[in-house]
């Protein structure tokens, strides 16, 4: 495995970050034949914690990685220096770190991934994908969740959004590849208007060279994602598996298990089959816009 050089990271990548050195950690343990117990013994630990660091799911103690390192038999110096940098770098707070009054944990998670990953394919049939979403349209999705709120933390929820999208337009931008449900374009989120601008807003994206945008319209039938709206995220990184996620209302999945992954990427190629093909896309919202928000 190539040692990632502190700061050559994509821009808000410590959830990646985090899961590569995990990764590390679990191969230089399994080459040593220790247990889990015995490596969380040694960091006055448990084997429970041991799992979580290795699968990226908790921040790193500079301490505890210097201890598994010399555990593991790691004496260079050059080496341990590299691995606890990156342990450091791994616990730098996100961009969205600003938004934790309003961002639950497991969305920072996916939100650490989504800024490191090289594709992002996603398939939605309720809403136009976050990362499309104008301001008044992606206002009109957090009312109909948080319509409680007071004005201010609606508008921070917007930001949050906006912040997200910077990732398609920044220099070396990951490739998004979307599949739509025709029933997204045609729900009036925030009313006529809104939906107008955010249908000219998709014909817009249409035109950049890194996003892919197509749709499933009602004459397809049924198709394979009838379970719902999911991600696939994939990483430069070859020590990064891909990884599915599956938001809930309160929670969400991030599966990584290989036979997970095939049958969600198996469905994805099903879907991106039974959808018109991306060129079509920017017509078919035009009729859209001039049968029913014109």
Not at 11 to 22: D, F, I, S, V
Not at 51 to 70: I, M, P
Not at 216 to 230: K, L, N, R, T
Not at 268 to 283: G, H, K, N, R, W
Request: overall charge negative; proline content about 6%.
């Amino acid at each position: 495995m190539t040692t990632p050089s502190p700061g050559s990271a994509t821009p808000g990548g410590p959830t990646a970050l985090r899961m590569l050195l995990g990764a590390h950690l679990r191969r230089l343990r399994e080459e040593k034949g220790i247990t889990r117990g015995e490596a969380g013994w040694e960091i006055r630990s448990s084997e429970s914690k041991i799992s979580r660091l290795e699968l990226g799911r908790v921040s790193f103690k500079v301490r505890d990685v210097e201890d598994l390192l010399t555990l593991y038999g790691v004496e260079e110096p050059a080496e341990r220096f590299r691995w606890i940098e990156l342990a450091k770098e791994a616990n730098n707070p996100g961009w969205w770190h600003r938004f934790g009054d309003v961002l639950p944990n497991w969305f920072q998670s996916y939100l650490g991934l989504e800024a490191t990953a090289t594709l992002i394919r996603t398939y939605e049939f309720q809403f136009i994908p976050g990362l499309l979403q104008t301001k008044d349209y992606a206002r009109g999705v957090v009312l109909l969740g948080h319509g409680y709120a007071g004005r201010a933390e609606i508008d921070h929820r917007v930001e949050l959004r906006e912040s997200r999208q910077k990732i398609l337009t920044r220099v070396d931008p990951p490739r998004f590849w979307c599949v739509v449900d025709e029933a997204a374009l045609r729900r009036p989120i925030g009313g006529r208007a809104v939906m107008r601008a955010q249908l000219q807003s998709l014909i817009e994206h249409c035109s950049l060279p890194n996003v892919r945008i197509q749709v499933i319209p009602f004459s397809a039938g049924g198709h394979s994602a009838a379970g719902g709206a999911y991600t696939i995220l994939r990483f430069a990184d070859p020590d990064l598996p891909d990884i599915v996620y599956l938001e809930q209302l309160t929670s969400a999945l991030y599966l990584d298990k290989p036979d997970d992954v095939d049958e969600y990427t198996a469905s994805m190629e099903s879907l991106c089959v039974q959808a018109t093909e991306p060129d079509q896309t920017p017509a078919i919202l035009r009729g859209i816009i001039d049968e029913l928000y014109s």
